[in-house]
């Protein structure tokens, strides 16, 4: 055997076992992930995605059949355990029932808070009823399962949350003021929790998804097809781009943006006003 074909054989036997222990790994739970919004779109990519990882999973939605039907496929072709909590999170009694999950099931490892709502007409043109809606999903759902998920993490000191929130957060003169307000909190709450939480062993992934083909926008009364085809991703693209952004230690991850330099240069900006953002005196152009 000439010394080439050794090496060959032996690399190929080496990524062979790397394949058999990736396998083996995925066969090891790596805990429970929780995913609100799991019915469809992005929250049904990150299932797939997560269970293929080595996640058992929770799903939670309010459609109950969407919610079975994707359990059976992924359990199928994954092996893992997934359970479904069929509940409404715009609701005391269904939010509480997932809140009580996440106080209770000490398996649970990490959080996906993706369930919501968009909209995408003026103020004149919205139902303030409809806003009230968004806002108790958007945001109210997604603080209340943050404060149930936080203490359990800390006391087991790990545990990954992610926040989906959206490009409107830092872009809202796009679509609906009132989605882009309750995108801007996530983003936020979630940048004060990587704060508050930064040497404590438990990771806070804050997602800014650009427009991803769901059925978001035929909820939002504004059909997908009316953006520029190279504006839109696939929800398969959104989540791979997030999972590899967790990966690679981003805190934050936009999955569209070529250069990581242009949001540590926005984020650079916003930090280079802090020092200046809270004085005595007031500033000299005020000044009579
Ligand atoms: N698509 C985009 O262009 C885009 C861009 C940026 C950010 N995002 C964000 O990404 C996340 C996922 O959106 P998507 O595009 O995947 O939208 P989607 O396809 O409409 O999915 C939304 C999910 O949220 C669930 N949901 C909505 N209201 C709920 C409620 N009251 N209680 C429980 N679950 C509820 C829905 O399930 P049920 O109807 O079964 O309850 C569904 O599973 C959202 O937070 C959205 O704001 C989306």
């Given at each position: 055997m000439t010394l080439r074909s050794c090496v060959k054989r032996n690399n190929l036997r080496l990524i062979a076992s790397e394949q058999t222990m990736e396998r083996q790994m995925d066969k090891i739970s790596?805990?429970?992930?929780?995913?609100?919004?799991?019915?469809?779109?992005?929250?049904?990519?990150y299932a797939d995605r997560l269970a293929k990882r080595g996640y058992d999973l929770i799903l939670v939605a309010r459609n109950e059949e969407r919610l079975r039907h994707l359990a059976r496929g992924i359990s199928d072709q994954t092996g893992r355990a997934v359970e479904i909590l069929v509940a409404d999170l715009n609701d005391k009694t269904g939010l509480a029932s997932v809140e009580h999950i996440l106080k209770s099931n000490?398996?649970?490892?990490?959080?996906?808070?993706?369930?919501?709502?968009?909209a995408a007409g003026s103020l004149r043109d919205s139902d303030v009823e409809q806003m009230t809606q968004m806002a108790a999903v958007n945001v109210n759902a997604l603080m209340r399962l943050s404060y149930a998920m936080v203490p359990a993490f800390l006391q087991r000191g790990a545990g990954t949350i992610i926040n989906i929130a959206s490009v409107v957060a830092i872009w809202p003169e796009l679509l609906n003021g009132v989605y882009a307000g309750t995108k801007a909190f996530v983003s936020a709450f979630t940048q004060s929790l990587q704060h508050e939480l930064r040497d404590q062993h438990i990771r806070v992934h804050l997602v800014l998804p650009?427009?991803?083909?769901?059925?978001?926008?035929?909820r939002a009364g504004y059909p997908v097809?009316?953006?520029?085809?190279?504006?839109?991703?696939?929800?398969?693209?959104?989540?791979?781009?997030?999972?590899?952004?967790l990966d690679i230690g981003?805190?934050?991850?936009?999955?569209?943006?070529?250069?990581?330099?242009?949001?540590n240069a926005y984020e650079a900006a916003r930090k280079k006003l802090i020092p200046e953002l809270s004085r005595k005196a007031m500033a000299s152009r005020y000044q009579s």
């Open positions: 790596k805990g429970v992930a929780v995913i609100t919004g799991a019915s469809g779109g992005i929250g049904a990519v000490m398996q649970i490892t990490m959080l996906v808070n993706n369930a919501g709502i968009g650009g427009a991803t083909a769901t059925g978001f926008w035929d097809s009316n953006l520029p085809v190279d504006a839109v991703m696939d929800p398969v693209d959104t989540v791979d781009a997030a999972l590899a952004g981003e805190l934050v991850t936009i999955p569209s943006l070529p250069e990581v330099a242009a949001w």
